[in-house]
């Protein structure tokens, strides 16, 4: 047992007692993500409550706030750093006397303690902590108290973790000894740093051994006691004090039998050894992972052994018979039949509250599945089932059992980021957009409603509001609330524009948001271009204009933003500015490069209508006026940018919009059967703008000479299934509801490839004397194209 252990031993004597206390859930202050209570919350659990508390401290000398002033800190400190016998029994003393100074409401004594003399006190502390002596278990305690709070100001999580290296010291500490979770709660504190310090702290090549730490303990803290006790042995004969925490979890993983995942266990605290600790491990673990690039936490949780030790938070019983085995988004997965509810069922979403244990743990597989070095591990592994399970519980709940708002509230939030996660396994390949996009990604038959991927109108409305939250740092209060920083803005464009791979997701979002979603986007780009390093990226800005890009579709004929946004002269459109300058930027990527062209050729023919104040509801509960808005520094931004010469792409035929069309290969070594008769051959879209998508952008099929206008090859498909001759991209196009009607008339004429004509040339321009930018600097011709067999 380590030395934290041995001073909990001595004061936890009625620790099965009702009244025993425990960490409050309301210890994060949400506002600066930090565990604004942890002194008082740590004690009150450690000691059993708040008699024992003041026991302890009366014990060791107990100063009030106002009996010590910073002008006694140089004193304090050479206390602190006693060298000899004599002084050195004035070193309890001076900690009491330091947390007295670090519990001082608003004042700057937290700051100025860790940057007294380039971090003095920081390393005593540490050196306080790393001592031998086991007399010195009381002031190792009052140590960590005191650096507990001195890790609590944002200006100070840089230097405490990593220029004074209090990390790696944590760490090690942690893997002595997991019964102390006040260590684990220091390193959540340090661990709301900025993502630049957590990108520090996380990368491979970082040897802090935080994740490997936190990993190794959570492991071993969640065995029940009997586990702990019979793996105990092993391990003490394997791992020593010295080791590094990666290499005490090497052992670990080498050691530990892989047992079976049963997904019928349910998951309680009193199965556990260290309980508070898992807990806490959780929390770091759940802020860690928002950094997924070049990390140690994605490499560390993707194996077996820890992706086990998360999923068994979230995993519910098998309430639900087994659905399809095949969860792609081009399957037509079953609908489980569901059991009735009971109570026997515990572990259930709308107890998942904002502190819990589950709640962090499915916010850490949410992240990783946004990685894509982890999301090939995730798929061959009972993520999805377990996502699946959330999200079919809730609905069987719902409608099944009587649960009050603030379950209802929980559950929906906890079904919402289920649903992103599966939107990063199920719709982040194959679909328009990617490298390696499949033949069947637009069709119907791939976008069946019973695809796991289906948003519903809730998940719609939590997911437009929590991207609204992000943009604008603002987090949410009371039940199922989260803070501004609890998901990346980046992961949250990013699983919007997986979700949307399916083509009723775009409708729903249309209908439920519209205007507000697209604004939002807009929105999105515009920080973008116009706040270097701001929270929207290369990437997380590609992902809200090629959402905007497919929301676009359906501007045509309804609203697509509000007024404001456009101009009559339209070389003062707000939209077309935004664009542009996306386009000009060095950073944008072809992706993002494509869908911002599409837009600015079609821009004239969207619908712009209707004034913000109509689109917010007047309550503000989820949204306010200003989450549409520009701010001003962005405003700013726009009215440097010059638009000139600005031409359109095509006009949309009235056909491309919601009328279903057949495509299939032109019949080959004079072939003449009726081309729509073999329906294994035959692809159906909703639309021919849907069709367009396997003949654009990363197309396959058709390489583009010149550039690209999606409207332009859509009114193509319309024209070559009304029976006209003009560019067909090597395809035979037919109306699904008038198919044979049309294929009689070309029988008649005798051409069955009446269709397939060779290229045209569209005289659709967009240019500009801005030599900055392609799609600016030079006549923009776009139909010639060249078929690929």
């Not at 599945?369 to 993520?383: F, I, P, T």
């Not at 930027?585 to 911002?596: C, E, F, I, R, W």
């Given at each position: 047992m380590g030395f934290f252990g041995k001073l909990r031993r001595k004061v936890k004597k009625r620790k099965e007692q009702k009244h025993d206390k425990k960490i409050p859930l309301d210890g994060i202050n949400k506002d600066s993500d930090s565990l604004t209570k942890a002194s008082s919350s740590m004690s009150s659990r450690t000691y059993n409550g708040n008699d024992m508390k003041k026991k302890k401290m009366k014990k060791l000398g107990s100063f009030r706030s106002s009996d010590v002033t910073m002008d006694q800190l140089p004193d304090i400190v050479k206390d602190l750093?006693?060298?000899t016998d004599e002084i050195r029994a004035k070193t309890p003393k001076a900690l009491k006397m330091l947390f007295?100074?670090?519990?001082?409401?608003?004042?700057?004594?937290?700051?100025?303690?860790?940057?007294?003399?380039?971090?003095?006190?920081v390393t005593a502390l540490l050196n306080i902590l790393c001592s031998s002596s086991p007399q010195k278990s009381n002031e190792k305690y009052m140590a960590l108290l005191v650096l507990n709070n001195i890790s609590i100001p944002a200006e100070n999580k840089q230097a405490v973790a990593i220029t004074h290296d209090a990390v790696r010291v944590l760490s090690k500490l942690l893997c002595d000894d997991p019964s102390c979770h006040l260590i684990a709660i220091i390193l959540v504190n340090l661990s709301f740093a900025?993502?630049?310090?957590?990108?520090?702290?996380?990368?491979?090549?970082?040897?802090?051994?935080?994740?490997?730490?936190?990993?190794?303990?959570?492991?071993?803290?969640?065995?029940?006691?009997?586990?702990?006790?019979?793996?105990?042995?092993?391990?003490?004969?394997?791992?020593?004090?010295?080791?590094?925490?990666?290499?005490?979890?090497?052992?670990?993983?080498?050691?530990?039998?892989?047992?079976?995942?049963?997904?019928?266990?349910?998951?309680?605290?009193?199965?556990?050894?260290?309980p508070e600790t898992t807990r806490w491990c959780l929390s770091a673990l759940k802020n860690l992972s928002r950094v997924v690039e070049n990390s140690s936490t994605v490499q560390a949780l993707v194996h077996p052994m820890m992706l086990n030790d998360i999923l068994k938070y979230i995993t519910i019983p098998d309430m639900l018979l087994p659905h399809s085995e095949s969860h792609g988004s081009d399957s037509s997965a079953e609908t489980p039949v569901s059991r009735e509810p009971t109570d026997e069922i515990i572990n259930v979403p709308y107890l998942w509250d904002a502190n819990?244990?589950?709640?962090?743990?499915?916010?850490?597989?949410?992240?990783?599945?946004?990685?894509?070095?982890?999301?090939?591990?995730?798929?061959?592994?009972?993520?999805?089932?377990?996502?699946?399970?959330?999200?079919?519980h809730a609905n069987v709940f719902r409608s099944k059992k009587d649960l009050s708002t603030q379950e209802r509230n929980q559950q929906d939030l906890q079904c919402l980021k289920s649903k992103m996660a599966i939107g990063f396994l199920l719709g982040s390949d194959g679909s328009f957009g990617h490298k390696k996009m499949k033949s069947t990604s637009s069709t119907v038959a791939a976008n069946p409603p019973e695809s796991p991927l289906v948003m519903t109108e809730l998940d719609a409305e939590l997911l437009v509001e929590l991207l609204a939250r992000s943009l604008h740092l603002r987090g949410k209060e009371g039940t199922a609330g989260y803070s501004a920083t609890t998901m990346s803005t980046g992961n949250i464009l990013f699983g919007l524009r997986c979700l949307m791979t399916h083509t009723s997701n775009q409708k729903l979002l249309i209908q439920v948001a519209g205007r507000i979603l697209n604004s939002l986007l807009m929105k999105a780009i515009a920080i973008h271009t116009s706040r270097p390093g701001a929270m929207v990226d290369a990437k997380a800005a590609e992902y809200a204009c090629f959402s905007l890009y497919l929301l676009s579709n359906y501007g045509f004929k309804n609203p697509f933003l509000p007024s404001w946004l456009?101009?009559?002269?339209?070389?003062?459109?707000?939209?077309?500015?935004?664009?542009?300058?996306?386009?000009?930027?060095?950073?944008?990527?072809?992706?993002?490069?494509?869908?911002?062209?599409?837009?600015?050729?079609?821009?004239?023919?969207?619908?712009?209508?209707?004034?913000?104040?109509?689109?917010i509801p007047q309550d503000g509960e989820r949204l306010t006026v200003t989450d549409v808005l520009f701010e001003e520094d962005i405003m700013d931004?726009?009215?440097?940018?010059?638009?000139?010469?600005?031409?359109?792409?095509?006009?949309?035929?009235?056909?491309?919009?919601?009328?279903?069309?057949?495509?299939?290969?032109?019949?080959?070594?004079?072939?003449?059967?009726?081309?729509?008769d073999n329906t294994a051959s035959v692809s159906t879209f909703s639309s021919a703008l849907q069709a367009v998508q396997q003949l654009s952008f990363g197309s396959a099929k058709v390489r583009h000479v010149d550039g690209i206008d999606d409207v332009m090859i859509a009114n193509n498909l319309a024209k070559c299934a009304n029976g006209q001759r003009t560019e067909a991209y090597g395809y035979m196009w037919s109306w699904e509801d008038t198919a044979s009607e049309i294929q009689l008339n070309m029988k008649r004429r005798g051409s069955p490839t009446?269709?397939?004509?060779?290229?045209?040339?569209?005289?659709?321009?967009?240019?500009?004397n801005d030599t900055s930018s392609t799609i600016f600097s030079r006549l923009f011709t776009c139909g010639n194209v060249e078929t690929i067999a």
């Open positions: 750093e006693a060298g007295a100074l670090s519990e001082q409401p608003e004042s700057h004594n937290r700051i100025e303690m860790a940057r007294y003399d380039n971090g003095r006190i900025e993502p630049e310090v957590l990108e520090e702290l996380v990368s491979l090549d970082a040897d802090t051994g935080l994740v490997e730490a936190l990993s190794f303990v959570l492991h071993i803290s969640s065995w029940s006691t009997e586990e702990f006790e019979s793996h105990r042995v092993a391990l003490e004969e394997g791992i020593n004090n010295e080791m590094t925490p990666q290499a005490r979890l090497d052992i670990l993983i080498a050691k530990e039998d892989q047992r079976t995942y049963d997904t019928d266990t349910q998951f309680t605290s009193e199965q556990e050894k260290y819990s244990k589950q709640d962090a743990a499915l916010y850490i597989l949410v992240n990783i599945c946004a990685c894509s070095h982890s999301r090939v591990v995730l798929k061959d592994s009972e993520a999805i089932d377990v996502l699946l399970q959330i999200i079919y456009d101009h009559e002269d339209e070389a003062l459109s707000l939209s077309a500015k935004v664009l542009k300058s996306y386009i000009d930027m060095p950073s944008v990527t072809p992706l993002g490069k494509h869908s911002a062209e599409q837009l600015l050729f079609r821009l004239k023919f969207l619908v712009f209508e209707g004034e913000v104040l109509d689109l931004a726009m009215s440097e940018i010059q638009l000139q010469f600005l031409l359109h792409g095509a006009k949309p035929r009235k056909e491309i919009f919601d009328r279903s069309i057949l495509r299939r290969r032109k019949p080959k070594d004079g072939n003449t059967a009726e081309p729509w009446a269709h397939v004509q060779e290229p045209v040339v569209s005289n659709s321009t967009f240019a500009s």
